[in-house]
Nanobody
């Protein structure tokens, strides 16, 4: 079992910044990847960013993956000591408004989801 709790969402003006946090607990050593997804009512949940254990290894992987719409603006990072993944969001746009969900992948490709945190970009 893995539990994920997001925080850091809120209301921000266009061009502003927010940092989302996701704290994992439970069988944390089984996690091999963590990421962020977002969803707007009436639309399918979409990938925002993902970082794998390979990306964090000494030899490195291919690097974190980002949706084209957020490249250059968002940065995903993971602190294993704190069992936390972050999403730094800069230069926010109105179209970034969504519920952001933390995601973790464990053994046998099991998927775990947080409850989501609302991000609203508006004047």
């Amino acid at each position: 079992q893995v539990q994920l709790v997001e925080s850091g969402g809120g209301l921000v003006q266009p061009g502003g910044s927010l940092r989302l946090s996701c704290a994992a607990s439970g069988s944390i050593f089984s996690i091999n990847a963590m990421g962020w997804y977002r969803q707007v009512p009436g639309k399918q949940r979409e990938l925002v960013a993902v970082i794998t254990d390979a990306d964090m290894s000494i030899t490195g992987g291919s690097g974190p993956n980002y949706a084209d719409s957020v490249k250059g603006r968002f940065t995903i990072s993971r602190d294993k000591a704190k069992n936390t993944v972050y999403l730094q969001m800069n230069s926010l746009k109105a179209e970034d408004t969504a519920v952001y969900y933390c995601h973790a992948e464990t053994n046998f490709e099991f998927d775990w989801w947080g409850q989501g945190t609302q991000v609203t970009v508006s004047s």
